[in-house]
């Protein structure tokens, strides 16, 4: 046994926020879980805070499985963003100590490694189709095997997930929701040029990728498909929203072009039909906003029988620990596929020493006991919470538009 004697949540703001959970231990050992939900992250500081830290205190830290159940199958109230994070911190931590106390690398309780290393993908954008594709050449020079390609779109002044900044977009840029303006006709004409001269210029050896963010119908998803299949994409990314998961049927009906979702879903509930029925390739889901690593190995063994494989969600809103514990969790799952990356401010990188690292288009989660990743807590303390919102959609006649 080794008893949880304190835990507590930290939140800090190095460029972007975040919200830890950090776990102890009467034997000295500690435990961190990310628990950050952008545009959301005081409500999941408060759940663990005031409803879930008072129930750990006295447990046993090994007991991770029950633990999870206690938080899930003990409450009344079940699923949704901030229960689930919530959860996924306690869980993360829980992991993290264990790793700790055994000497080894998660992925070495988690079966070890099932390749040598973790395919990322980089995000090319640009305003200009030219300037998207000479940030993937960029990438591609780094050694990477896999890049999204994300370019403004003609005739709308801004574009979700084009930023100024090169290296990174940080979304959650205003403290009330900044507002975009969409047009799906615009849209669905500027893509496939996109992609045509990206394999001219880039050529046929590298994956590319695209993100929709929820913003099309199923049957214009169909059809922004359809176009693509000559380029080969290697997944659309959240093309239209899934609550209602049979939407994707007719998606499916129209293109072969691979489909990927899940980043905001939080359980195994979110994505078991559209994983039975096969109607994805890749499911998103990741560690932190999906109930944990015990959660997402059950996910992935649910969708390792329908031939679809992992892809994690890994934009600057997953913190450094987030990633740390996806990296175990990606180089021991058989059927992961790739996983998202953008690497941190250098604020953030100093706020979370970590042992992963990129090399010629991998990630590698390191060798260091546990998850890996550790904080710096009086650093943490010089950059205090600010309020910070991802933008809204209008469509051009002011109608609210999908996130
Ligand atoms: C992605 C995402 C991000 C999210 C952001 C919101 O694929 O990286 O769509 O851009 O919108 O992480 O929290
Ligand atoms: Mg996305």
Not at 7 to 13: P, Q, R
Not at 88 to 99: E, H, P, R
Not at 255 to 280: H, M, R, Y
């Amino acid at each position: 046994m080794i008893k949880i004697t304190g835990a507590k949540v930290i939140v800090t703001c190095p460029g972007r926020n975040f919200v830890t959970l950090k776990i102890e231990t009467d034997q000295g050992v500690y435990g961190l879980g990310d628990a950050t939900l952008n545009g959301r992250e005081l409500a999941v500081a408060s759940y663990l805070t005031d409803h879930v830290i008072p129930c750990l205190i006295g447990r046993d830290a090994h007991r991770i499985e029950d633990i999870w159940q206690f938080l899930y199958r003990g409450a009344y109230w079940r699923r949704g963003p901030v229960t689930m994070s919530a959860i996924a911190a306690v869980d993360m931590a829980l992991w993290d100590i264990k790793g700790k106390v055994a000497g080894l690398p998660l992925y070495q309780l988690l079966g070890g490694a099932s390749r040598d290393g973790v395919m990322v993908y980089a995000h090319a954008n640009g305003v200009s189709i030219e300037e998207t594709l000479e940030r993937a050449e960029h990438y591609i020079a780094q050694g990477y095997k896999a890049v999204r390609l994300q370019s403004g779109v003609p005739g709308l002044k801004s574009t979700y997930g084009v930023s100024k900044d090169k290296d990174r977009y940080e979304p959650a840029d205003a403290d009330i929701p900044s507002e975009n303006l969409w047009s799906t006709e615009k849209y669905l004409r500027s893509v496939p040029a996109l992609f045509e001269a990206g394999r001219e210029k880039l050529g046929w050896d590298v994956h590319l990728l695209h993100d929709i963010h929820h913003r099309l119908t199923p049957i214009e998803a169909g059809r922004l498909g359809k176009d693509l299949e000559p380029y080969r994409p290697f997944w659309l990314e959240d093309a239209t929203p899934a609550e209602n998961q049979a939407n994707f049927r007719l998606i499916r009906q129209h293109t072969t072009s691979p489909l990927a979702v899940g980043e905001v879903f939080n359980s195994i509930w979110d994505c078991k039909q559209l994983i039975e029925e096969q109607l994805i390739d890749y499911i998103r889901a990741t560690v932190v906003h999906a109930g944990g690593i015990t959660h997402l190995r059950r996910i992935a063994g649910l969708a390792d029988l329908y031939n679809v494989r992992t892809g994690c969600h890994g934009a600057t809103d997953l913190s450094p620990v987030c990633m740390g514990a996806a990296l175990h969790f990606d180089l021991s799952v058989p059927n992961f596929g790739v996983q998202e990356y953008m690497h941190h401010t250098e604020e953030t990188d100093a706020v979370f020493p970590h042992a992963y690292s990129y090399a010629d288009g991998m990630l590698h989660p390191g060798e260091a006991p546990g998850l890996g990743v550790d904080i710096d807590e009086a650093l943490a303390a010089k950059y205090p919470y600010r309020r910070a919102y991802l933008p809204v959609n209008r469509l051009e006649d002011g109608s609210m538009y999908n996130w």
